[in-house]
């Protein structure tokens, strides 16, 4: 298959586009740079350094490749600053997504998968969270993936194109060659790993006083690896029809947790300091992927923490200043 990724050069995007390479299709990526690093392009893919607002970049993008697919990766992510940014994220997401799609549906392509995001479900009424849990999105980040996920349904039964939109909860770990290296970084692993590293002095918990075991949020962090062989079992299954699956390793890892397994993996001190909680964290956050394991048998390889974070680790060790380095 020829396949179309924009934000291919990014964290999630540039893992699924090796896996898909090992497999021996062919891959464009779309990017802007905006968080991407052209080193994380795989380096048999086809790089086109592009913004999605473009609607005349994206047009030529389509009419210069006859593309079977298409996986939207691109996209503004940070919930908190969606907070502060509305319309960087309701509109610029949303427009952005539009623009894509419009192409996509003119150029006849057939099969799209969206990255969506455990932040459509900001009060859970059971955990673990399936996909019949009420979507309440919990920012204005999450509001533009549920409505995309809402056009996408449209335009299957307008026009057609099967889709499969898949929440993630938190994607963690890297490949032996590509790993997570954003500016800034919000993510809990990396953010621990650097101060393991020594690049900060401490990780700040935010919040020490939520109902769970040990009074830190637990969220579901899902390899990167396996994250992307669910794109590839996906993918394959579209022409079946359009699906949504939540996308987690179904096991919740406290903060305390994170911190503690990654200093055993590091052998280094990782201090901490509990701050206040931080407004909209849920204390638990974990995914049942029941569904996608049952309809196309996806098993996470690396359900592990410490599998997740060891393999953070060696990636952060090989890259200390990131892809720039
Ligand atoms: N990382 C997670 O845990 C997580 C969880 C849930 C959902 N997601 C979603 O998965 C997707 C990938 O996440 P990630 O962590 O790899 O993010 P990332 O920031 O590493 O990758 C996104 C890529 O998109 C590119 N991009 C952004 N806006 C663009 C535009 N207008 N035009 C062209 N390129 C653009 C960036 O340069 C970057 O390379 C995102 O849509 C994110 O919302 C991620």
Same mark, same amino acid.
């Given at each position: 298959? &020829?396949?179309?990724?924009?934000?291919?050069?990014?964290?999630?995007?540039?893992?699924?586009?090796?896996?898909?390479?090992?497999?021996?299709?062919?891959?464009?990526?779309?990017?802007?740079?905006?968080?991407?690093?052209r080193?994380?392009?795989?380096p048999?893919?086809?790089?086109?350094?592009?913004?999605?607002?473009?609607r005349?970049?994206?047009?030529q993008?389509?009419?210069?490749n006859a593309?079977?697919?298409?996986?939207h990766?691109?996209s503004?992510?940070l919930?908190?600053?969606?907070?502060?940014?509305?319309?960087?994220?309701?509109?610029?997401?949303?427009?952005?997504?539009? &623009?894509l799609l419009?192409e996509?549906?003119?150029?006849?392509?057939?099969?799209f998968?969206?990255s969506?995001?455990a932040?459509?479900?900001?009060r859970?009424a059971?955990?673990?969270?399936?996909?019949?849990?009420?979507?309440?999105?919990?920012?204005?980040y999450g509001?533009?993936?549920y409505?995309?996920?809402?056009?996408?349904?449209?335009l299957?039964?307008?026009?057609?194109l099967?889709?499969?939109?898949?929440?993630y909860? &938190?994607a963690?770990g890297?490949?032996?060659?590509?790993?997570?290296?954003?500016?800034?970084?919000?993510?809990?692993?990396?953010?621990?790993?650097k101060?393991?590293?020594?690049n900060?002095?401490?990780?700040?918990?935010?919040?020490?006083?939520?109902?769970?075991?040990?009074?830190?949020?637990?969220?579901?962090?899902?390899?990167?690896?396996d994250l992307?062989?669910?794109?590839?079992?996906a993918?394959?299954a579209?022409d079946?029809g359009s699906r949504?699956y939540?996308?987690?390793?179904?096991?919740g890892?406290?903060?305390?947790?994170?911190?503690?397994?990654?200093?055993?993996?590091?052998?280094?001190?990782?201090?901490s300091?509990?701050r206040d909680?931080?407004?909209g964290?849920?204390a638990t956050?974990?995914?049942?992927?029941?569904?996608?394991?049952?309809e196309?048998?996806?098993?996470p390889?690396?359900? &592990?923490?410490e599998?997740?974070?060891?393999?953070?680790?060696?990636?952060?060790?090989?890259?200390?200043?990131?892809?720039?380095?």
């Amino acid at each position: 298959m &020829n396949i179309l990724l924009t934000g291919g050069a990014g964290y999630i995007g540039s893992v699924v586009s090796e896996q898909l390479i090992d497999r021996g299709e062919r891959v464009v990526v779309f990017d802007n740079l905006y968080q991407g690093h052209r080193a994380a392009v795989q380096p048999d893919a086809k790089f086109v350094q592009g913004d999605l607002s473009d609607r005349s970049a994206v047009k030529q993008v389509f009419d210069e490749n006859a593309f079977d697919a298409v996986m939207h990766f691109a996209s503004y992510t940070l919930v908190g600053e969606s907070m502060d940014k509305p319309f960087k994220y309701i509109g610029d997401n949303v427009t952005n997504g539009l &623009n894509l799609l419009q192409e996509a549906v003119a150029h006849g392509v057939r099969r799209f998968i969206l990255s969506s995001t455990a932040n459509l479900f900001d009060r859970p009424a059971r955990i673990p969270i399936d996909e019949n849990e009420q979507i309440i999105p919990g920012s204005p980040y999450g509001e533009s993936k549920y409505l995309l996920e809402r056009i996408l349904a449209w335009l299957d039964h307008t026009s057609g194109l099967k889709y499969a939109a898949l929440r993630y909860f &938190n994607a963690a770990g890297a490949s032996e060659r590509f790993g997570e290296d954003h500016t800034p970084e919000t993510h809990l692993i990396p953010l621990v790993l650097k101060v393991a590293l020594g690049n900060f002095p401490h990780i700040q918990v935010y919040g020490g006083d939520y109902p769970t075991h040990d009074g830190t949020c637990v969220r579901d962090y899902i390899h990167v690896v396996d994250l992307a062989q669910a794109h590839i079992l996906a993918l394959q299954a579209l022409d079946r029809g359009s699906r949504v699956y939540n996308l987690g390793n179904g096991q919740g890892f406290s903060v305390k947790e994170v911190i503690e397994t990654s200093q055993r993996v590091t052998g280094r001190s990782i201090p901490s300091i509990v701050r206040d909680r931080r407004p909209g964290d849920p204390a638990t956050l974990i995914a049942s992927s029941e569904q996608i394991r049952t309809e196309l048998g996806w098993i996470p390889k690396y359900p &592990n923490l410490e599998d997740i974070i060891r393999s953070a680790w060696e990636w952060h060790l090989s890259h200390p200043n990131g892809y720039e380095g």
